[in-house]
């Protein structure tokens, strides 16, 4: 007769992801008993306050370490802590982004072109449910880095996903295009999803455990078929090589940056980053260290061709949100490279990495949602051209951001390169150093195009404008600048709390 | 930190930065008070470099007004300064050529993209960063100026430049670029093998003793990224074609701060990072280097010659001065290391002069194709005299300043290498027919239609170039002021190759 063990949950460590549950369900009762009109203000205020609580306990509890946080299931460790760190303040500047509600249709279930979708434009109709969806979303990043068994790691994934697969169709302009969006992520992200099913049930086959800590004994006895383990890493790996979006498995991502609303993008493109690597990282670390000869090769390979996919396909674009989705892919090599390394200092940089990286990225989104013609957004690049003229502010904002991604000393970009690149090389991948440096050189030539569009130019008169940011977007822009120059001007306090924070316990 | 111990270094570099912050709060269409404020500043800073300059102590050793604090100490780094003679006589040009700059340009800047506060912002942040490349002990603080410098200097050539100025300005950034991505991937390299060895650090004193551990393939490989790097600063045949373009395209003003000194970052580092750091692979690639120089040299001078455009013109000569300094660099005599650095402070003055002439004459004529200009001589002849000063020099005239350094260079080489040196010599001869030519049909000859009523200088042209020449003539009599600044640290630097000057089996080297 099985008998049934009451899980001891230790709540003071699974505050930060309670509360965003909390404040998720709330949003859920706002829409279904609040009235309309009283929906937009308070799911604001309630999705921020719920982010700040989150991290205030995230704060409170940050020196707590337990490897039984929820029975197996779930690790609070050092690198935890600076994950879910990462995703809520990434989460709390993004926030702002939705507040703007230009960018949402104003009811999502009536169809593109209908009698229905027009009156409810009319009626200004505001589409509060994004709140409490990003809210389920973060909910689900903070669980997936922190998760220490396969199963849960699952439910993590699934929880961050379906609620950004319906984000990404709520676009108010070229809601055909949205919602096609949507469902290539939807239906590629699914089958990611049966990858990575695959893949855990060849790693219980082969070592007869789902925590991550009994597969590491298993790796470390060596007794198990060491086909199943390599087939398990394989297929995990197509699972999370999809979430970062890394050639060969990163298809999704240009039409999923370009068609989501943008606010949304800013959102998916930095968080989703941060807890997919983050949860990469840990798996790697603690589970398969120890079999690295089994991986390591075959993601080294995979880490080089998306450093230059990236770079190079992102030179063709001329969209914007397809540029930077290109970008993101070649991000997604570099930080690769940071889980190859596989050691400490490897796992510091990526760290360093997700966090300068996902806030520069949540900056330059803020500013394509303001660059607007009378039908919404502009993101077709020759359009652009000659903003430095118009709105010189928010331009410089934009170059200083490209300059962070090509990784342009002083700013939080160069810091995050060279750190990631010295773990890598450290670790003994001169390939990855040589091939890095290139791209980045690569990279370099479009970010640097896109300043030259912008400032040299001569603006082209098609009524192409910059909007007054709203306060919202504002706060998200400058936020996200300070942080970008303040890390490559003087990172040393974040770099010493890292350092002496950043730990995967077993 | 209080005031009073406030390091020479750092106000200097401080200096500019209060004087951006003040221009912020200028409004913009007050251009005059921006200009101003940008001359009192760098003047400052001028007087701020004449003040080191005058408490160097010649006699000593080692680096001076140095400053250390920590700065990323997880990966050991530090904002580290320091000056040796040659990094002290570099700085001292680069201030005294700011503000010279700043009047040269004082109606430059109107007609940009954007105002003048946007051009003298810059020039203040670019002038910070100039010191820092030079100041800088700490190899990885040296990368952060050397790459951050750029971003400036492209927005000066792309934004207040003329004719196709953004093409040239994403040449010179993306040349640079790549140029700093190697040096880029050897920086890690050093990084990783201090680590190994031990003591995680980038001082450059305490990394001059790598070498010891690194294997001789692993030591030429972190070399060639440091050298590739500074070979596209200063330009050096086949990495040169970006220079051109944007002398052309940029202001007169930018092009004396580009060719002048961002290009001496390049010449500087050989010296400093390439040599310092890197002694054995040094050794195996100078014969290749001392090639790739005299073609420079050689390759220069017959591409200006070919000149039609003033500018592409001065641009071309650099490319054979910055062959004769690479030259000397690597003979690896104390004569010819002190002669290339003579040579980075006399080429910033002499190719200053030819640049503000220049720019003074293009601003009248509104074209820069030599052979727009023609009887000078007689219309104006201020300006026409102040051209054919600077070309003298820049032919290295005895008597004037680059003489001195030109003669050094090939000394120093000849003792060493002397097939090397009478190829170069050859560079003399041509630089006669590069800069007479132009001398001739600018300065000389019947009038060109059109020229009839050009105005000679005025008064602030005339301040502005009266320094560069007082220098030019001065050095050129008496250089020993600069040589004891410089000798002892070209002397320690060739030393520590474990190199010592060949006997002399010329008494008198040939000119």
């Keep these: 007769m099985i008998t049934f063990v009451s899980p001891t949950l230790d709540y003071a460590l699974l505050a930060p992801i309670l509360i965003v549950l909390g404040g998720a369900l709330i949003g859920v009762l706002i829409e279904a008993f609040a009235p309309r009109s009283a929906r937009a203000g308070s799911q604001l205020f309630i999705a921020l306050t719920t982010l700040l609580l989150s991290l205030a306990s995230l704060i409170r509890v940050r020196s707590g370490a337990s490897t039984t946080a929820a029975m197996e299931s779930v690790t609070f460790d050092g690198a935890g802590v600076l994950l879910q760190g990462s995703i809520l303040i990434i989460a709390i500047i993004s926030v702002f982004l939705l507040a703007d509600q230009e960018n949402f249709t104003a009811l999502a279930a009536a169809l593109p072109g209908s009698d229905e979708e027009r009156t409810s434009l009319q009626q200004d109709l505001k589409l509060t449910e994004v709140y409490p969806l990003a809210l389920f979303a973060v909910a689900g990043m903070l669980l997936f880095p922190v998760s220490t068994d396969l199963i849960t790691l699952f439910v993590a994934l699934e929880m961050l996903s379906l609620p950004l697969y319906l984000l990404a169709g709520l676009s108010r302009r070229r809601r055909l295009m949205s919602q096609e969006s949507a469902l290539k992520y939807f239906l590629l992200g699914a089958f990611s999803s049966a990858f990575f099913l695959m893949g855990i049930a060849y790693l219980y086959g082969y070592s007869a455990a789902v925590s991550f800590s009994g597969i590491h004994a298993a790796v470390i006895g060596g007794s198990g078929n060491d086909i199943y383990l390599l087939l398990g890493i394989a297929f995990l790996s197509v699972g999370l090589l999809f979430k970062v979006g890394a050639v060969p498995f990163h298809a999704w991502s240009p039409d999923v940056y370009q068609g989501a609303p943008t606010a949304v993008t800013a959102f998916m493109a930095a968080a989703t980053k941060v807890a997919a690597f983050g949860a990469m990282l840990r798996i790697f670390y603690v589970s398969f260290a120890e079999a690295y000869w089994q991986w390591r090769p075959a993601l080294i390979v995979i880490a080089l061709i998306t450093m230059v996919f990236g770079s190079l396909v992102a030179i063709a674009q001329r969209d914007v949100k397809r540029m930077l989705a290109y970008s993101s892919i070649a991000h997604a090599g570099f930080l690769l490279s940071g889980v190859i390394a596989l050691n400490k200092s490897g796992l510091d940089a990526s760290i360093f990495y997700l966090f300068a990286y996902g806030v520069a990225t949540v900056g330059a989104f803020a500013i394509v949602t303001l660059v607007r013609d009378s039908a919404g957004e502009v993101t077709d690049l020759n359009r652009w051209s000659g903003l430095g003229k118009r709105s010189p502010w928010v331009a410089t904002a934009f170059a200083g951001f490209l300059l962070a991604f090509a990784g342009i000393p002083l700013t939080s970009g160069f810091i995050g390169k060279f750190s990631i690149f010295s773990a890598a090389y450290e670790s003994g991948s001169t390939a990855i150093l040589i091939t890095g440096v290139l791209s980045s050189a690569i990279a370099a030539f479009f970010y640097i195009r896109v300043i030259v569009l912008i400032f040299f130019k001569d603006p082209v008169e098609d009524g192409t404008s910059v909007v007054i940011p709203s306060v919202y977007t504002q706060i998200t822009i400058a936020i996200s600048a300070v942080v970008t120059f303040a890390l490559g001007i003087y990172p040393t306090p974040l770099i010493n709390f890292i350092q002496s924070t950043a730990q995967f316990l077993r | ?511």
């Design chain 2, 1 to 511: 930190m209080n005031l009073a111990n406030l390091n020479l270094l750092t106000l200097s570099m401080l200096l500019p930065l209060l004087g951006t912050v003040a221009l912020a709060f200028v409004p913009k269409t007050n251009a005059l008070l921006t200009k101003q404020i940008a001359l009192a500043t760098t003047v400052l800073v001028a007087v701020v470099g004449i003040a080191m300059t005058i408490s160097f102590d010649f006699g000593a050793t080692g680096f001076q007004f140095v400053e250390s604090r920590e700065w990323i100490p997880a990966f050991g780094i530090k904002y580290a300064l320091g000056v040796d003679g040659i990094a002290l006589v570099l700085i001292l040009m680069s201030v005294l050529l700011t503000p010279i700059v700043v009047i040269a340009g004082w109606n430059e800047s109107e007609g940009g993209r954007w105002s003048p506060k946007v051009f003298y912002s810059l020039l203040l942040v670019l002038e910070t960063m100039m010191i820092g490349v030079f100041a800088s002990t700490d190899v990885f603080l040296f990368y952060v100026f050397f790459e951050a410098m750029l971003v400036p200097v492209y927005f000066l050539i792309g934004g207040f430049g003329s004719g196709d100025r953004a093409a040239a300005a994403v040449k010179f950034l993306l040349y640079s670029l790549f140029g700093g991505l190697l040096m880029l991937a050897s920086i890690v390299g050093i990084f990783v093998m201090s680590t190994r060895y031990g003591n995680r650090t980038f001082d450059i004193t305490t990394l001059s003793g790598l070498n010891t551990v690194l294997t001789p393939m692993m030591e030429n490989v972190l070399f060639l990224g440091f050298f590739i790097a500074f070979a596209i600063k200063a330009p050096l045949w086949p990495l040169h074609t970006w220079l051109p373009d944007a002398a052309k395209s940029a202001t007169p003003g930018t092009s004396v701060l580009l060719l002048g000194v961002l290009d001496k970052v390049g010449t500087f580092g050989m010296i400093r990072y390439c040599l310092t750091l890197f002694p054995e692979a040094s050794k195996t690639f100078t014969p290749m280097i001392i090639t790739l120089a005299v073609i420079s040299i050689l390759y220069g001078a017959f591409l200006a010659i070919g000149a039609k455009d003033i500018k592409r013109l001065i641009a071309y000569t650099s490319i054979s001065h910055f062959g004769f300094i690479t030259m000397g660099i690597f003979a690896m005599t104390s004569q010819g290391m002190s002669g290339a650095t003579l040579y980075m402070f006399n080429h910033g003055f002499s190719t200053a002069a030819l640049f503000l002439v220049a720019g003074f004459m293009i601003s009248r004529r509104k074209s820069s194709t030599i052979s727009d200009f023609g009887g000078l001589q007689r219309i104006t002849p201020i300006m026409a005299w102040s051209f054919f000063i600077a070309g003298m020099s820049s032919l290295a005239l005895p008597g004037l300043s680059s003489f001195v350094s030109e003669f050094l260079v090939l000394v120093g080489t000849f003792t060493r290498y002397p097939v090397a040196a009478i190829i170069a010599t050859f560079g003399i001869v041509l630089a006669a027919l590069y800069i007479l030519i132009p001398v001739q049909r600018a300065l000389h000859g019947p009038t060109t239609p059109g020229n009839e009523n050009l105005k000679d200088l005025t008064l602030r042209e005339k301040i502005a170039i009266a320094p560069v020449i007082s220098i030019i003539v001065i050095l050129g009599f008496y250089p020993s002021p600069l040589l004891n600044i410089i000798n002892p640290a070209a002397a320690t630097v060739v030393s520590q190759q474990g190199f010592s000057d060949p006997a002399p089996t010329m008494s008198e080297g040939k000119k």
